[in-house]
């Protein structure tokens, strides 16, 4: 199951520096990817702008925010990891957010990881999205190309702003880019 694991990108939260590269090293020795290691709650929103799951494992509390602020910022598809004291642990019931008491035990989150991990991977294979045909492709690069041209904004940008409009309005993509595309018509 470790190659499974490898794909799930992992941040970890702590306002300490210190405990935050700890719980990486304990994480990466057992086969996870830890792909960055903040401080603050602004640069786990930063990190996590380009991913579609993954995991956040955090403390309650750092400089800017606490996890409850957080988790009102990150996609669905990223599940968090609240480690913190029994006296924060008794909040919400948010099926996202996983809580382990203080004092950690390595052991413990390193099973609650590979269960979240495996879970997340299911998911994945359950939810693959179907292929786009040439046409909706074409689409897809014209109103990037109109987008990009329009705003002086990058290729990624534009498919960004087509992604959150269309996450935003319940629409998929392809029905969002037809309907970008018939604003520029006018």
Do not use: W
Not at 17 to 23: D, K, L, S, V, Y
Not at 25 to 35: A, D, T, Y
Not at 79 to 100: C, K, P, Q, W
């Amino acid at each position: 199951c470790m190659e499974v694991r490898g794909l799930i990108s992992v941040i970890v939260l702590f306002p300490k520096q210190e405990i935050a590269r700890n719980i990486r090293n304990i994480l990466m020795r057992s086969g996870f990817e830890v792909i960055g290691v903040c401080v603050t709650g602004a640069q786990v929103i930063q990190r996590v702008e380009e991913m579609e799951e993954g995991i956040v494992v955090c403390g309650f509390k750092y400089a800017d925010m606490v996890y409850s602020e957080l988790r009102e910022y990150l996609p669905d598809g990223i599940r968090m990891v609240l480690i913190a004291s029994h006296h924060y642990l008794e909040e919400g019931n948010d099926r996202n957010i996983t809580f382990l008491p203080m004092p950690l035990k390595v052991p413990r989150l390193i099973e609650t990881m590979r269960e979240i991990a495996d879970s997340i991977s299911k998911r994945k294979k359950k939810h693959r999205p179907k292929q786009r045909t040439r046409e909706e492709e074409a689409l897809l690069d014209e109103v990037k190309k109109l987008l990009m041209e329009n705003n002086r904004i990058t290729e990624q940008e534009a498919h960004h702003y087509i992604q959150k409009r269309s996450m935003d309005s319940g629409v998929n993509l392809i029905e969002m880019a037809k309907i970008i595309r018939e604003s520029f018509t006018y």
